[in-house]
């Protein structure tokens, strides 16, 4: 935070003043004191200059900046005016990476300087110092700036040391007193009238948000200051990076391609060309995470192409790293790529960037094996398998992989299923350590090949059982997904928080081309620290064993468990009857995604346009076809039976009740087996029902009172008492719950998915907040049984949050579904509950008996509800 106060009187005091409230204003005042010359007299030149220097950095130009500061501090004709010159430049100095020279500029103005502009002296050798990575000594400076400030009564110099002093302490990790410094720094900045100095706080403590792990937090709080720079006209598109980085994290892959994209625009603009490098390789790694592989090529090369202009190696080879992970991800297998992944994986090594050096490296050996090469293959994933041994969770789990990778090549299966185990070992005690909240994508990704991988042996063993347990292997714990909000522990927020940092640090260390051999040691041991804390976390810590063949068996009696597999480009199945296990190959998974997207396309025309002749054609033709596919090899063996459906990849969203094999019958989807054992071993709690409407939705408030008559004692919520707060409170404990509203699902992130209540939206991942889950959720919501899909079939939104918490099952759609056809499925289902029926029975008889007596739009609302969990 810049300096911008100063002795002396009249028109350029009054630019300085000016500086962060009207940068543009306080240039134009400035101006007229130096149209004066020397008559001005030479504080006032010099302080004229101070402030067009400052308003220049605040609008980004930092060359202009520091051409006006030079001239202020040659201006000046007293030492103070000169110490308090020599202040700013050294804080814009250090915004423009000269951190040496800067430190000098503000302690030879220190001297000179007493009572309250010693403090603001000491405030800006404490930004420096905090540039410059001496993070214990920026802030004892930035303390004793405070202190400065209230003993001289300056409340301004109190607000921007506090603003500093709690932004960094958010970037250490250090959670005491950080909000309370960024809070008070914003309501001083806001009396003072000062709007974007307390917007520039309240951006902070959006970064605080996020540094903490209070995700949702940082979003509304971004999303909130965007506004307030917006109103106030002052561009600040470098803290776009900030976002973009959040964003990636979660990761919301849509918003951040959207951030990305602004910032590359918005910095290219104003000619910010350090910073634009950096966003054209954000843009480059949201585009791949979004599958747009041209667009992460493209924006790889432009990033790599200026980082070598500006002299910055490191960030150079790791933007050549994304541009030659989109080149293989569209299927290029060439000698030309083998040696520019060779080549790039040593440089990788070289600048210090272990982890991307791995990754070029193992796709380098699959690339070797693609092209005939075993020799060379088995030499490259030779070297990666030495990371097995040592480094992060995520690195050693690679190294495993690649020495599984090595062991197939020379033909020992078993040698390579073992190190497949050992990998994925390594990855889920992390995992669950920490509740998946630090590891990224690309860390769920390399679990999903480990288990790949272990699902090719098996199905080329033609081992049903094995099939099963690798399938499962990494679904076991799928339902761990990342959590939006920080975790509860204190401990364990200040470990995560310091992990936070030290790789921030790392980063920093291997960017500037120096050693970080300790970093590296500090972040494994910090890692451990993490995973011993997490044991004494209730529900953490443990690894999930995926069931065997009789477990299931015994817990399914007479129901039959379908498991769906992607292996390779074919869809097979896992079916588990009356304690035995067959494997069985159903054909293309292409095909089944084809023919779930067209069913799916039919059903959601037939329900909201009326197009029934056309639309119920071309839903019963698609039925049919997918039908076929998936059931005509398992017909025999199904019978009649109830069904326990564990879908892959997109046929997560299937209306399963639709297929001819599952109409009338009750079927239950689970995201894994395990998860379905799990859920269906637990009791049901026996707190009175609840029942909810969200605004905008007259027929969802009908559906309430009419369906309070079938469930008398229930709780309602409705009209202003249907808030966030009031749900989650009530859903602990609950029997049964019957939420009636709007929803939206969020394909990027399904935790940010939505339903609309009375104080706005209630997102998935808060109703993590709620301590005992109720026992079966029925939305009655536009899609809100639909998941989206982490790497291993992880599925998210409000089907993973329920089952996660411990709810037993979720009768959800994955259609848009009209109200009044609604109300009256809705109406008969809970009628058959209330009987005795079980959801999935209820679902599958209400189904049958509304297809008997509606129209295709009325058979299409009742298909588009699924039974999730344990029915």
Known sequence: MPDSTGSGAGTAQAALDAVQRYPREAIAIAQRVLAAGPAAGADERSTAERAVGLALRELNDLPGALRH????????????????????????????????????????????????????????????????GRYDEAVRDYGLAVDIALREGDLLLEARARNNRGLLNAHRGAAGGTDDDLSRAAAAFQRLGLDLAAADARWNRGIAAGQRGDIAGALRCFAAVDEEYRRLAVPRPALLLDRVELLLSVPLVDEAVVVATAAVRELGRRGMASDLAEALLARARAALLA????????????????????????????????????????????????????????????TGWPGPALTTRIEAGLVAAALGRPGRARNLLAVAARARRRGTAD????????????????????GAARAL?????????HRVSLGATELRAHSGAYGQELAAEGLDIAVRAGAPARVLAWAERWRANALRARPARPPADPDLVAALAELRLVSGLLEDEVLAGRPATALRGRQARLEQHIRDLARRVPGGGVVLAPPGVGALAARLGSRVLVELVAHGDRIRAVLVRDGRASLHDLGPLAAAVDLARRHRFAL???????????????????????????????????????????????????????????????????????AWLGADRRELPIGPPVLAAGPRLPAGHLEVRRLAQVLPGARRLTGPDATAAALTAALDG?????????????????????????????????????????????????????????????????????????????????????????????????????????????????????GAAGDGPARATAAAFVCFGAG
């Open 69 to 132: 500061l030079r001239r202020a501090v040659r201006a000046a004709g007293t030492p103070r005016t000169r110490a308090l010159a020599r202040m700013s430049l050294g804080y814009v100095l250090a915004n423009a990476g000269h951190t040496a020279a800067a430190l000098r500029a503000v302690t030879a103005a220190l001297p000179q300087l007493v009572g309250a502009d010693a403090g603001r002296a000491r405030m800006q050798r404490g930004v420096v110092l905090h540039y410059r």
């Open 291 to 350: 599958g747009d592989l041209d667009t992460a090529t493209e924006a790889a090369a432009a990033a790599r192409a200026r980082f070598r202009r500006q002299g910055r190696p490191t960030w150079a080879a790791f933007a050549r790293h994304v541009e030659l992970r989109a080149e293989y991800r569209r299927g290029t297998r060439s000698a030309r790529l083998l040696t520019a992944m060779a080549r790039t994986a040593d440089q990788l090594d070289g």
């Open 395 to 414: 690195r050693r789990a690679q190294g495993w992989y690649a020495l599984a990778l090595s062991r197939r090549l020379g033909g020992d299966e078993p």
């Open 421 to 429: 185990r050992r990998g994925l070992a390594v990855l889920d005690r």
């Open 604 to 674: 959601r025309r037939l329900v909201t346009t009326g197009d029934e002749a056309a639309a119920r054609a071309g839903a019963g033709h698609a039925a049919t076809a997918l039908d076929r596919l998936l059931f005509a090899p398992l017909r025999p063996r199904l019978a009649d039976r109830a069904l326990v459906i564990v879908p892959v990849g997109a046929l997560h969203a299937v209306p399963w009740s639709a297929l001819p094999t599952c109409a009338g019958r009750p079927v239950t989807v689970a995201p894994s087996a395990t």
């Open 734 to 850: 609950a029997g049964l719950v019957h939420i009636a509203a709007h929803g939206t699902f969020r394909a990027d992130n399904p935790q940010f998915s939505t339903l609309e209540l009375a104080d706005g939206p209630l997102f998935a991942h808060e109703w993590e907040a709620v301590a005992r889950p109720p026992g079966c959720v029925v939305l009655s919501a536009c899609d809100s049984g639909l998941t989206g899909l982490r790497p291993g079939d992880e599925v998210m939104g409000f089907t993973a949050v329920l089952l996660a918490l411990g709810a037993r099952c979720l009768i959800a759609t994955v259609l848009p579904v009209p109200a009044e056809p609604t109300t009256a499925l809705m109406l008969d289902l809970h009628a058959r509950m209330r009987t005795g029926a079980g959801p999935a029975r209820a679902l599958a008889d209400a189904q049958r008996a509304f």
